[in-house]
Nanobody, 115 residues
Framework: QVQFVESGGDLVQPGGSLRLSCAAS????????IGWYRQAPGTQRELVAGISSGGIIYYTDSVKGRFTISRDNAKNAVRLQMDSLKPEDTAVYYC?????????WGKGTLVTVSS
């Protein structure tokens, strides 16, 4: 079983940047397709960005050109660099495999974009 621990969330002004990190507990991490998901209050959780075991990257349209996903298999970690943040990016951000598995949801990390 894999456990994910997210970190890096914070309060940031519109236009600012944050870097989220996701640490995984298992050495099989490098064989997993990983996604960053987010859930804003009153909305369903959505996939924001994904990176396959082979390095194929996906972004949802609303973050293209602003967010960058990367992975470090040696450290069992996935990162999400978020630039030009907007208030609508406010959400709890989670990492999970793709497609997501219920048992792997962690606590997430809160990103608040507000002036």
């Amino acid at each position: 079983q894999v456990q994910f621990v997210e970190s890096g969330g914070d309060l940031v002004q519109p236009g600012g940047s944050l870097r989220l990190s996701c640490a995984a507990s298992r050495s099989i991490f490098e064989r997993l397709d990983i996604g960053w998901y987010r859930q804003a209050p009153g909305t369903q959780r959505e996939l924001v960005a994904g990176i396959s075991s082979g390095g194929i990257i996906y972004y949802t349209d609303s973050v293209k050109g602003r967010f960058t996903i990367s992975r470090d298999n040696a450290k069992n970690a996935v990162r999400l660099q978020m630039d030009s943040l907007k208030p609508e990016d406010t959400a709890v951000y989670y990492c999970n495999i793709r497609p997501p598995a219920m048992v792997y949801w962690g606590k997430g990390t809160l990103v608040t974009v507000s002036s």
